[in-house]
């Protein structure tokens, strides 16, 4: 019998990468979920870090984090907005971790002397990888992407383990591939020579695709879907069209006018159930394109070329302006570029102000000018992570007048650290899955902002950091207006910092847009975005 009765879909990608492979397993997952089945989604990346922890976010974009502490790939963010469901580090499989595993085990002696190989080793962890979230999590169906692009070497041996996988009479598969039909404007025709290809490439590596979906800029008609379904061994109803959206939102709603999850539902041999019920979810599409109002909101940070290094906090401002019945339009403002010159210029037209997370000392002031332009004139601010220890730095060298003050991350001789290396990372110096990770408690004051957004005493949020407030200065801070607001209950740190003079204004160690989803919109970016539509109406 199968695992637990599991079933298992492989989304591959072929012909270019970024088609969205991660929004249609996501839209999938939610379609299904929506039938009443379990699901969960898992990413298997081919490179050969041993997670997105080290890598520069211009490489790989964010890095998101799982309330068990795994340092995982972005999609994973997506899977939890759209499922409204926790991932966890079995979620996220690297070939780093793979091979990291494998040769420890040959360290240990376990392969009793035989030689290592790609096949069967590589590919058995690979498996036992994949049917681990079957075998434990109590899942219906598990969806499991695979990075990169059909042909890439990378990618070998995990194709490799999905065709070992598809013979295996224990496990119930079906593989959904993604391919890419262009238009050319010249001939006026859309060319399914790209698709063709990709799947003679993917047929070469004995994987038969069982479900094609076709990234199309142009809506695809009956005679060219049944071109692609005669060459590439298919039925017509699994030529799925996926055309570009206006968001990513609507592409559940246009995955289920496709019958994407019907058709996968029969591959599987499973029953259809009842119909979908997304009326929640086609709620918020519809507020999402019929706002009511409209703010600018200054997103301050040192990744702006690639904004996918930010894309939790932009979805969470998506969310919550939905909630608000208000579009957010994000001003982009690169910190290294910010100066006591230009300031005000770049920021006198925002209705409110996010300091970004980050780390290293590029761009660094020019956060902490933008959060003085902020406090001076009553905008709404909120700072995540680094965002928060600027403004603590801020406010201790221009309330406080602590000009030394700074965070030991870029001067360990500052003359006032008031961010310092916590206690439990000075001894660390491995880097990659060391920092305080994954989700921690924080013990919330009742007369304060965050109460009234969260409407509660203790929550839970997850952190991805070094260094925190030095409580050496926290008397100080709050004679002169800055409270902590938010303490972890069981070692005393800063976890929420609040300027008590400012109508809103806010600072935390933590990550909240790891945690909002469609859904559920997380409450402090939903009170932001009404205190600064507040602000903007006065």
């Given at each position: 019998m199968p695992d637990n009765k599991t079933k298992y879909v492989f989304v591959t990608g072929g012909v270019t990468s970024s088609l969205g492979k991660g929004i249609i397993s996501a839209s999938?997952?939610?379609?299904?979920?929506?039938?009443?089945?379990?699901?969960?989604?898992?990413?298997?990346?081919?490179?050969?870090?041993?997670?997105?922890?080290?890598?520069?976010?211009?490489?790989?974009?964010?890095?998101?984090?799982?309330?068990?502490?795994?340092?995982?790939?972005?999609?994973?963010?997506?899977?939890?907005?759209?499922?409204?469901?926790?991932?966890?580090?079995?979620?996220?499989?690297?070939?780093?971790?793979?091979?990291?595993?494998?040769?420890?085990?040959?360290?240990?002696?376990?392969?009793?002397?035989?030689?290592?190989?790609?096949?069967?080793h590589i590919t058995d962890e690979i498996k036992r990888r994949i049917r681990l979230l079957g075998k434990t999590g109590d899942y219906d169906i598990v969806i499991t992407e695979i990075g990169g692009t059909v042909g890439d070497?990378?990618?070998?041996?995990?194709?490799?383990?999905?065709?070992q996988l598809k013979w295996d009479p224990e496990v119930d598969c079906i593989v959904v591939h993604l391919t890419l039909v262009p238009y050319l404007a010249t001939s006026g025709e859309l060319k399914t020579k790209p698709t063709q290809h990709s799947v003679k490439q993917l047929l070469e590596s004995g994987v038969q695709a069982d479900v094609l979906v076709l990234r199309t800029e142009h809506t695809i008609p009956e005679d060219v879907r049944r071109k692609v379904a005669l060459f590439c061994n298919i039925s017509k109803d699994a030529v799925i069209e996926s055309a570009n959206a206006n968001t990513i939102y609507e592409v559940p709603v246009l995955m289920q006018k496709e019958k994407l999850d019907q058709v996968v539902l029969k591959k599987l041999d499973l029953p259809l159930r009842e119909e979908p019920e997304i009326q929640q979810w086609k709620r918020f599409l519809h507020r999402l394109d019929n706002p009511q109002n409209h703010l600018k909101i200054g997103l301050?940070?040192?990744?702006?070329?690639?904004?996918?290094?930010?894309?939790?906090?932009?979805?969470?401002?998506?969310?919550?302006?939905?909630?608000?019945?208000?579009?957010?339009?994000?001003?982009?403002?690169?910190?290294?570029?910010?100066?006591?010159?230009?300031?005000?210029?770049?920021?006198?037209?925002?209705?409110?102000?996010?300091?970004?997370?980050?780390?290293?000392?590029?761009?660094?002031?020019?956060?902490?000018?933008?959060?003085?332009?902020?406090?001076?004139?009553?905008?709404?601010?909120?700072?995540?992570?680094?965002?928060?220890?600027?403004?603590?730095?801020?406010?201790?060298?221009?309330?406080?007048?602590?000009?030394?003050?700074?965070?030991?991350?870029?001067?360990?001789?500052?003359?006032?650290?008031?961010i310092f290396l916590m206690e439990a990372q000075k001894s660390i110096t491995e880097k990659g899955g060391t920092m305080r990770l994954g989700a921690y408690d924080c013990a919330v004051q009742k007369d304060s902002i965050a109460f009234d957004a969260y409407q509660s005493e203790l929550i839970s949020e997850r952190h991805r950091h070094r260094f925190e407030f030095n409580n050496k200065y926290l008397k100080d801070f709050e004679k002169a207006g800055m409270k902590a607001s938010g303490i972890n209950p069981e070692g005393g740190m800063v976890e929420i910092v609040e300027n008590v003079n400012h109508p809103w204004f806010v600072g935390v160690q933590f990550h909240p847009e790891y945690s909002s989803t469609v859904l559920n919109p997380h409450p402090l970016f939903v009170k932001f975005i009404a205190a600064s539509l507040k602000e903007s109406l006065k």
């Open positions: 999938l997952a939610k379609l299904l979920q929506a039938r009443g089945y379990s699901v969960t989604i898992q990413k298997l990346d081919p490179y050969i870090n041993i997670d997105p922890g080290t890598l520069n976010p211009y490489e790989h974009g964010e890095c998101y984090v799982t309330e068990d502490g795994a340092e995982t790939d972005l999609d994973l963010g997506h899977y939890e907005r759209y499922l409204d469901r926790k991932t966890s580090q079995a979620n996220n499989v690297t070939t780093g971790r793979i091979y990291q595993h494998v040769i420890n085990k040959e360290r240990e002696g376990a392969y009793l002397g035989k030689t290592v190989q790609v096949i069967p070497i990378e990618s070998l041996p995990y194709i490799e383990a999905v065709r301050i940070g040192k990744y702006i070329e690639l904004k996918d290094s930010y894309i939790s906090i932009n979805e969470a401002l998506i969310h919550a302006g939905v909630e608000n019945d208000t579009q957010v339009e994000i001003d982009w403002i690169h910190s290294e570029l910010l100066t006591n010159e230009n300031v005000a210029d770049k920021m006198k037209d925002l209705d409110g102000v996010i300091v970004a997370p980050g780390f290293g000392e590029r761009g660094i002031e020019g956060k902490i000018i933008a959060v003085e332009y902020a406090r001076k004139n009553n905008m709404p601010f909120l700072g995540i992570c680094l965002g928060m220890q600027c403004a603590v730095i801020e406010f201790a060298r221009n309330v406080l007048g602590k000009k030394g003050a700074h965070t030991t991350e870029i001067n360990e001789q500052a003359e006032d650290p008031v």
